[in-house]
Every structure is written in structure tokens, then in C-alpha cells.
Nanobody, 123 residues
Framework: QLVKSGGGSVQPGGSLSLSCVASGFSLGDYTVGWFRQDPGKERMPVACLTPAGSPENYAVSVKGRFTISRDNAKNTMYLQLDSLKPEDTSNYYC??????????????????WGQGSRVTVTS
């Protein structure tokens, strides 16, 4: 199970943070990721992180602004969103058990999802 927290509304240029706490399994055993999805559209990768913690894979649109991290001792994963833009507005989902291939990040049929967190960037 993944329990999410964070999200909200912020002005352009602002920051938000998201987190997901895992229970029932050890987060450190898995590649984890954050995805975002708008109504009627595909769920798209934002960032992924292997158990080793490196390399971090980011979507081009968020690279340099978002930071994915994990604290295995707390069984928690994080996404720090800085320099937010209106186009970052979306529903964000944490995911456990994803794949990284050639720098890309992909969910699988057996991926475990957290509930979505709404991020709204508006002036």
C-alpha cells in the first residue's frame, strides 16, 4: 500500500512537495517513480529512481526543476517540484515497481500505485 501526501495549489515559480509512504513491502527493493496524468490523457512518466539511487531518470520537461528521492529507512519516496509552471498542473501518482530502459521510465502491469495528488499551478 502507498499512502500519499502533499500537492496543492501554487503560483508559477513556486514549489511543492509530494511523498508516498509504503507499507507491507520494502521500498528499497524496487525502482520507484512518479507519473502524472490529465483527464482523458495517458499517464506519463515524470521521474524514476532505481534501488541504487542512481541514475535518476527525468522527463525532459521537468529536468532541472523536479527532484526525486527516497528514504529507505522511512520507506518513503519523494518528489520535490520547484520552479513550477502552469503546464505542470496535473494529477501526480507515485509508483513502485517500474522499469527504466534507455533513460526512459515505464510502468508495468504489476506496478503498485498510490492515490493521485493534485498539483495546480496558476496565477
Amino acid at each position: 500500500q502507498l499512502v500519499k501526501s502533499g500537492g496543492g495549489s501554487v503560483q508559477p515559480g513556486g514549489s511543492l512537495s509530494l511523498s508516498c509512504v509504503a507499507s507491507g513491502f520494502s521500498l528499497g527493493d524496487y525502482t520507484v517513480g512518479w507519473f502524472r496524468q490529465d483527464p482523458g490523457k495517458e499517464r506519463m512518466p515524470v521521474a524514476c529512481l532505481t534501488p541504487a539511487g542512481s541514475p535518476e531518470n527525468y522527463a525532459v520537461s521537468v529536468k532541472g526543476r523536479f527532484t526525486i528521492s527516497r528514504d529507505n529507512a522511512k520507506n518513503t519516496m519523494y518528489l520535490q517540484l520547484d520552479s513550477l509552471k502552469p503546464e505542470d498542473t496535473s494529477n501526480y501518482y507515485c509508483a513502485v515497481g517500474v522499469s527504466t530502459i534507455k533513460g526512459g521510465c515505464f510502468f508495468r502491469q504489476d506496478t503498485t500505485w498510490g492515490q493521485g495528488s493534485r498539483v495546480t499551478v496558476t496565477s
